[in-house]
């Protein structure tokens, strides 16, 4: 199966709006599967469809030691926030920044799974901080727009310079 290309901060289709998914269809199984590879391989704990170009409301999550709790949420929509919690986070769409940002301390969500079933869960701690991130990434939202307008420009430029540095 083929590894997806991630988007990298300041691309501006990190910032498009994911549309539901209707039907879960083969093609959305691939896609899935795709998604959960290329955050192995990452390595990395999420990943959201927004960030392989792919504008649709589908992420995967795995924030397990050994990697053998694969999650795949369609559709997924924060239904209650409760209490407050602030977390260092990364991101692979911003390789090598990381910084704190207060995030809801639990979160009960609705969403659909790969065999088109509705469900209900709670997410705490890495879980329910990497869930609200995905999420994010979903409404064209990436983190560091939590940080400073100082902090956020800082970060736009170093980006821009290693990709150029790369090309
Ligand atoms: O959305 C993403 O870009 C994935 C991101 C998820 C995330 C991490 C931390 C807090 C909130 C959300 C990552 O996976 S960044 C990489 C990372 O955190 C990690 C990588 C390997 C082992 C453990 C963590
Ligand atoms: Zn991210």
Same mark, same amino acid.
């Given at each position: 199966m083929p590894l997806l290309k991630i988007l990298h901060y300041?691309?501006? @289709?990190?910032h498009k709006v994911a549309k539901p998914i209707l039907h879960v269809d083969e093609e959305i199984r691939r896609l899935a599967a795709d998604m959960a590879e290329t955050m192995y391989a990452a390595p990395g704990i999420g990943l959201a469809a927004t960030q392989v170009?792919?504008?649709? @409301?589908l992420i995967v999550v795995d924030v397990s030691e050994e990697k053998n709790r694969l999650m795949t949420l369609i559709n997924p929509r924060i239904t209650h926030k409760e209490g407050e919690a602030v977390r260092e986070e990364g991101c692979l769409s911003v390789p090598g920044i990381y910084d704190k940002v207060t995030r809801a301390e639990r979160i009960r969500l609705e969403a659909m799974n790969l065999d088109g079933q509705i469900f209900q869960m709670e997410a705490e701690g890495l879980l329910g901080v990497c869930i609200q991130h995905e999420i994010d990434h979903l409404d064209g939202?990436?983190?560091?727009?939590?940080?400073s307008r100082l902090k956020q420009n800082r970060i736009r430029s170093k980006l821009l310079k290693q990709e150029r540095e790369a090309m």
């Open positions: 300041p691309d501006p @289709r990190l170009d792919r504008h649709v @409301r939202k990436v983190f560091v727009e939590y940080l």
